[in-house]
């Protein structure tokens, strides 16, 4: 039986990646309209939710050869994900004010770039019996779901979260990694 914590906390995860840009995004508008917020969320929750079945079926075509050291390739690929998740947080922004994060082409760009972690989580997940639809939909809607509250608060707040919203998903992703491997 899967471990439903267990997928809402990577969802979370993955989604703090989503919400630091649209933090960003927020920081630069004047004022944030519904339509603009519903753009930004909707790119960011179909990409983060249509990724991780994309990897599940590439993971599906190698379950039989990795099934013995299938929790260290999980532990890997968390560990991967999430110190550079920590990395990250550490980096500067630069000056984002001269880009328009709302033009589609920019959103294509970003919403590939934040949901790359979601394909390495659906292999992982197709190592395990967790339900793919379920996971992809989780995370499809705290990706949404977070992009929506960090557009607002980016409004409100600037940039001053961001960083440590990447810390703490990347040191989430670390601890649910190590879980998996004491578990076997």
Known sequence: MPDYLEIVLVAI???M????VSVAGGALVKRPRIGNTLKIAGFFGVF???????????????KKYIENF???????LLLGIGVKMIVESFKKEEDKKDKNI??????????VATSIDALIIGLGISIFKVPIAYSALIIGFFAFLFSIIGYYI????GKLLK???E????????GIGAKILIEH
């Not at 709302?102 to 919403?111: G, H, P, Q, R």
């Not at 980016?154 to 707040?157: E, L, V």
């Not at 810390?167 to 992703?173: A, E, N, P, Q």
């Open 167 to 174: 810390l703490i998903g990347g040191i989430v992703l670390i």
């Open 17 to 20: 990646d989503c919400f630091a």
């Open 102 to 111: 709302l033009a589609n082409y920019t959103l294509l760009l970003l919403a």
């Open 70 to 76: 299938d929790h260290w390739i999980a532990f890997a």
């Open 13 to 15: 995860s993955l989604a």
């Open 163 to 165: 960083n440590r919203v």
């Open 48 to 62: 983060q939710a249509v990724m991780p079945l994309i990897g599940w079926g590439i993971g599906l075509g190698f």
């Open 154 to 157: 980016g409004h409100k707040t």
